[in-house]
């Protein structure tokens, strides 16, 4: 199993940057397909970006250029830095982790993943 803890949730300005942190507990880590969803009360969760046992990334249209999903192995540590925020970036933010070679499935909608974080808020105000 994997347990997966976020953080740096936090309100900022339009235009502002913050940077997600998810820290992973579980072995093998480095074999997990890993990814960021955000979802809102109500609405349908959308999966944000992904990176895969190699290190190759899948993003979303709606985040690909303001968006980076990173990780540091050594730490067991995703990270998504988000750039140019905008009002509609408003989201709780989870991380997740699905099993290896997924990611392709996780990026195109074909299934879910295995393991989720609480979530850690993101208010980006006009």
């Known amino acids: 199993a994997v347990r997966l803890v976020e953080s740096g949730g936090d309100s900022v300005q339009a235009g502002g940057s913050l940077t997600l942190s998810c820290a992973a507990e579980?072995?093998?880590?480095?074999?997990?397909?890993m990814g960021w969803f955000r979802q809102m009360p109500g609405k349908e969760r959308e999966g944000l970006a992904f990176i895969d046992e190699d290190g190759k990334t899948f993003y979303a249209d709606s985040v690909k250029g303001r968006f980076t999903i990173s990780h540091d192995t050594a730490k067991k540590t995703l990270y998504l830095q988000m750039n140019n925020l905008k009002p509609e970036d408003t989201d709780m933010y989870y991380c997740?982790?699905?099993?290896?070679?997924?990611?392709?499935?996780?990026?195109?909608?074909?299934?879910?993943?295995?393991?989720w974080g609480q979530g850690t808020q993101v208010t980006v105000s006009s």
């Open positions: 997740a982790a699905a099993r290896p070679f997924t990611c392709v499935a996780l990026a195109a909608k074909r299934r879910l993943p295995d393991y």
């Open positions: 579980g072995n093998p880590y480095l074999r997990y397909c």
